[in-house]
């Protein structure tokens, strides 16, 4: 029996699905091929460029890919994965320089390391959070160490990462990391717990969806408040189609229950099991 996508995700910190394919691809790519060239932001020796386009702001390029945000094909693996209903944390394309690289690091970089709980890393504690990167082109600039998301460091990581737990120097080498290797229109769903980077080391032309959701009726993490949602200007949020009206209000309804995003460091018991 093949593992379903929760069952993935637990095991190797992602899974991944096709999304996009045909006239709808073509489409997408078409779009993706005007935010690409209308930016000026980076050269091929820029090792940093990774640009991200602000989504739906009043004249982005985006707003073709503004119905990904609430498409079923996304949301119901997200659903699966998480086991109930959605909050959108918004989104983002990432389009990277050819020779765009990161260091290692999980996504808590916002986190003093003094706060940071290696608890988070275990199976014993659900992680209410799935990200996504979707790439509108051949996409193998994520990497990862698969299974890192809900163990510690081995000692061969710990070597690498030299006492931090943010992010490695940019040239360290990772043991056990691949790319995660996207064909045009695959999307992989993953919980950035895991030890991955950012490395376009094919030189490729990139622009990739990257969006994020959690459980609306369970507590959130601090990847809910790294968002560009909680401070759409109000102009603008009149403006909002119906769908993405809902999912704003929505993200709005969860933020006044939880306004705190330092209340999100602490394991709240309903994620215990
Ligand atoms: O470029 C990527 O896909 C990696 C993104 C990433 O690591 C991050 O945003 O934390």
Known sequence: MPLSPRQQVERDGYYIAQVLQGDELARIQQAADVVYDSIHGFTT???????????????????????????????????????????????????SAPAYTQGWHRDVLQIPQDKIDDDWFTP??????????????DDASL??????????LTPAEAAAFAGTKHSTA???????????????GQCVFYNNNII????????????????????KDLPPTWHFYVTRLAGLHEAFTRALTPEMSKLYDEYQDVLRQYPDPQASWAIPESARR
């Open 124 to 137: 014993g504690v659900f992680f209410n959070n799935i990200q996504l990167n979707m790439g509108f082109y």
């Open 170 to 184: 940019d040239t360290v080498e990772m043991p056990g990391a691949i790319p995660i290797d996207l064909k045009a």
């Open 45 to 95: 020796g820029d090792k940093s460029g990774r640009y991200v386009q602000p989504f739906l702001e009043p004249g982005s390029p985006m707003l073709p890919f503004a119905y990904l945000a609430y498409d079923k094909r996304i949301t119901g693996v997200i659903e699966q994965i998480l086991g109930g209903p959605l909050v959108w944390e918004g989104a983002a394309l990432l389009c």
């Open 196 to 215: 991955h980077r950012g490395h376009n080391a094919r030189h490729e032309k990139r622009v990739t969806y990257h969006s994020g959701y959690a459980r």
């Open 143 to 152: 990497w990862a160490v698969p299974g890192s998301h809900n163990r510690p």
